[in-house]
């Protein structure tokens, strides 16, 4: 069995290396394109403070959250129901960042997600093939006519839900392409040939044009992510990404 199990979180803020944490995990688990019935759901103590904006998107509040096990009582349940299987993750850096951070305050020796599974990020996948448009997940479910009626805050396991459904959308018919984190990175790096051709003599020898890396493609539409949830859809450079490409 192909098994999937598609993961997201909520946490007390955006930035992991200013010390935000987990404080909801949700996973669903799929086995040869089909929902099992399967789920991994759990609340969180981050034992700080929620910041505001993030509040205000997914609804946790520290009284709540106060009352929840600790990442450390999970991880062995949470491991458990990952292992052996392929994760698809919207904006998976985001995710496998916090998660990572947690399994490395339990372990000093702890191997990065991305070095252990086979990982599926839905974003780049949706970027692939609606360049230049939105692909929150609001927009893919919109896009995919899914029904996302439900989604009046944040949830890590309601969200795993709609991406499992926006992933089965994206990839019907492409099982055989394979977009997987770790992967997508070297493959694309490897394509980039810079051209050697000479000039001729009393040529005039063209400026060489360097482009943005995948890494830094990546880098740089993460931070637009980040600006575009927090300014909740008005940052001005994701709507200008998205006219020039309707645009086209």
Known sequence: MNRIVVLDTETTGLEVNQGHRLIEIGCVELG?????????????????????????????????LSTQPRFSEVAAELLQFIDGAELVIHNAAFDLGFLDAE??????AHVPLA??????????????RFPGQRNS????????EIDNSSRKLHGALLDAELLADVYLALTAGQSALSFAFDAETAGAAGARKPSRARAGPGTAQRPRVLRASI???AAHALRLDALDKASKGTCLWRQREADAGAAD
């Open 32 to 64: 040869d394109r089909r929902r099992s019935g399967r789920h991994f759901q759990r609340y969180l103590n981050p034992e700080r403070a929620v910041d505001r904006g993030a509040l205000a998107v997914h609804g946790l509040d520290d009284a709540f």
């Open 103 to 108: 399994l490395q305050r339990l372990d000093a």
């Open 115 to 128: 070095q252990r599974f086979a990982v599926t990020d839905t974003l780049l996948l949706a970027r692939e």
């Open 137 to 144: 997940l609001d927009a893919l479910c919109k896009r995919f």
């Open 215 to 217: 890494e830094e493609q």
